[in-house]
């Protein structure tokens, strides 16, 4: 079983950066799996912003996010990054870790095999 852990929220005002991380607790390797981050705002369903494929060379992002924020990943450290710059009060939502077994363009869809527990990204006007 892959359990995910999401850690690097936070409080930052607009135009600020932070840096998600999604670290792998239980031992096992994500190197085979495509990565995912998502999010979810109050009173919105949870939707996709970034995935990446288990060998980094490979990305999606939504196109409200493309230039801010960047996905990468260290299969050596078994963790995903998502470092987040000019952050809008728009970006305020959960953000969500997530693991699928088959590739990253399937993930965009949202049908992880494994879910984080989420991490709170809010974002001052």
């Known amino acids: 079983q892959v359990q995910l852990v999401e850690s690097g929220g936070g409080l930052v005002q607009a135009g600020g950066s932070l840096r998600l991380s999604c670290a792998e607790a239980?031992?096992?390797?994500?190197?085979?799996?495509?990565m995912g981050w998502f999010r979810q705002a109050p009173g919105k369903e949870r939707g996709f912003v970034a995935t990446?494929?288990?060998?980094?060379?490979?990305?999606y992002y939504q196109d409200s996010v493309k230039g801010r924020f960047t996905v990468s990943r260290n299969n050596a450290k078994n963790t995903v990054y998502l470092q987040m710059n000019n952050l809008k009060p728009e970006d305020t939502a959960v953000y969500y870790c997530?693991?699928?077994?088959?590739?990253?363009?399937?993930?965009?869809?949202?049908?992880?095999?494994?879910w984080g527990q989420g991490t709170q990204v809010t974002v001052s006007s």
């Open positions: 997530a693991a699928e077994g088959t590739s990253a363009s399937r993930l965009r869809t949202g049908d992880a095999d494994y």
């Open positions: 239980s031992g096992r390797t994500i190197g085979g799996y495509a």
């Open positions: 990446i494929s288990g060998s980094g060379g490979i990305t």
